[in-house]
Structures are given as C-alpha cells and as structure tokens.
C-alpha cells in the first residue's frame, strides 16, 4: 500500500504542530447513577496520536462520543481548535465536519456505492461539485488501497474494506482531528492489520487522532501518548514504552494482564 501524501488529505494537518487542538477540562458526565465520565482533564495536540485503552465499559466510547458533541457532557469544558464545544445549530455542523469519527462498525450507507459513501460529505457539507468531489473520492480511495471497489456497494466489501472506505470518508472532510473508537473490533483476524496499516500511515503524516484500540502493536509503533481509563476516570497518561512494560496502578497491572494473556 502507498504511503499517505499529505497533500492528498488534509490542509488542516501538521499546521501550528504541537499546539492544543483538543482541551478537556474537569469533563463530568452521569447516566442517572453512573458516573461515566469523572473529572477528565487533558489536553491533545495537533498531530499528536493518544491511543485511549481501559476496560470495557470505563467510558472510553462516552469519552470520543462527548468530544464529537453526540453526547452532552454534564460540566467542565471541551474545547477543539481554541473553540468550545457548541451546543446545536450551524457551529456543531461545523465541529462534525471538523472531527472525523470510525466507529467499530463501519456505518456506511448500505444502499450507497463506496464512492457515493465517501462524496456525500464533501458535496452535502463543504458543497463541493460532483466532480471535485469524486476526484478526492478517487484518490482517497486509491490512498487506503480500495480504488477498485467503488462503484460497489459496501455489502460487496470485506470488514477490512469497508472500514478503510470508512477511513476514507472521513478523510474527505478535511478534519482537524480524527476519532475512532475500536476500528479493528469488528474485523476478523487476517483484516486487523490493513486497517492499521493505513492508521499508522495517517499517524505517520502527523494526522491529530484519538484512537480507543487494544491493538498494542499499534500504540507502540505510532502513539505519543497512551490514555489508560477505568471507571471513568484517567488513571494512567504515559508513553506507550513507559505504559506498557512499567505500567504504575493496580489497575492498568490487571488490564495488562489480561489482554496479554490472550
Ligand atoms: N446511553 C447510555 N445510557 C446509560 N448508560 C450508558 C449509555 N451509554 C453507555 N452507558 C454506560 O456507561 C458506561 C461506559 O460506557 P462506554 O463509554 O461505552 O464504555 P467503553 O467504551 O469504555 O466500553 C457503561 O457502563 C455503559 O453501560
Ligand atoms: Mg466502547
């Protein structure tokens, strides 16, 4: 597969370098009883790469739902690109556009060809021509290694494929940063590392991401900073070396553990 060429993405990406593009401050969120969401702080920046890991069910996905603003925080304070986070209207369509999200199970449009899948946003949002915007389509596409499946419905595509169509499409909005919430989990075996393949190459062209995976191979080869959640809190930040093989708490020791026990 190709290396990415960042003139081929994304403006957005590797501009002002280092800086904070993402801020979270004392971030509080409750369902009823469950406090899913305590006193998260921390702040990513541009071109960074921060792989999120925690047992299920410590808020990860609340975490990466509550920056793309699909979930309304209780208190604190979110920010991206030095404005908060909006609460509806114009602004917030704006955000999305800004924020890519891949989420574990793909959700592509299934009556959508995989070009029509990748297109929409760019002439429905950025109300880009038909034919600029299949042109970007095209070499996105071509960028992820699934040109030739196009004119396809998703259905027609393996796991593998149609999560890097789902990569694509978010590519195609130009975002500031992308999310992806456990892009591999739904992947049989042999499709896992084709997606990495290309997240590491996105990583690699200085692509800001916030990445929820166990995937270690990943968070060692392109993570600047491992997240380690339990119980809705932020128990460990490291570096992936420092995290992984001296690993502070109790509770990442456990966590630890038993995914390498798989
Ligand atoms: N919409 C919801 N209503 C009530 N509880 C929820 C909702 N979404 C998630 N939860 C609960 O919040 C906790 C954290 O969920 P989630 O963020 O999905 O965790 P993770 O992604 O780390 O597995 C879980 O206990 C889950 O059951
Ligand atoms: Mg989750």
Redesign the pocket.
């Known amino acids: 597969m190709a290396a990415f060429d960042p003139s081929l993405t994304t403006s957005n990406i590797a501009v002002g370098r280092g800086e904070p593009l993402v801020v979270l401050e004392h971030v509080d969120k409750h ?1 009823g009883e ?1 406090h ?1 969401l305590n006193d998260i702080s921390t702040v990513v920046n541009r071109g960074e790469v921060v792989v999120v890991i ?1 047992p ?7 975490l990466c739902r509550a920056i793309n603003r699909l979930e309304t925080i209780d208190s604190g304070l979110i920010s991206i690109d030095g404005d908060k986070l909006p609460e509806e209207g114009k602004q917030l369509a704006a955000l999305r556009a800004d924020v890519g999200m891949v989420f574990q199970s793909f959700n592509l449009f299934a009556h959508k060809t995989v070009l029509e899948n990748v297109t929409l946003g760019p002439i429905k949002v950025k109300k880009m021509k038909k034919a600029a915007a299949e042109e970007l389509a095209m070499r996105l596409l071509d960028r992820v290694g699934v040109a030739n499946q196009a004119k396809k419905l998703p259905s027609q595509l393996s796991g593998g494929q149609q999560q890097r169509v789902a990569i694509a499409r978010s590519l195609a909005m130009n975002p500031k940063l992308i999310l992806m919430d456990e892009p591999t989990s739904a992947l049989d075996p042999e499709m896992i590392n084709e997606v990495l393949d290309v997240m590491v190459g996105l990583a690699d062209q200085g692509m800001t991401m916030i990445v929820v995976t166990h995937e270690m191979g990943f968070a060692r080869k392109a993570a600047d900073r491992v997240i380690f959640m339990a119980d809705g809190k932020v128990v460990e930040e490291a570096t992936p070396a420092e995290f992984f093989d001296h690993p502070k708490s109790d509770r990442a020791k456990d966590f630890l553990s038993k995914i390498l026990a798989h």
């Open positions: 369902y469950l899913v925690g299920s069910g410590s808020g990860k996905s609340t």
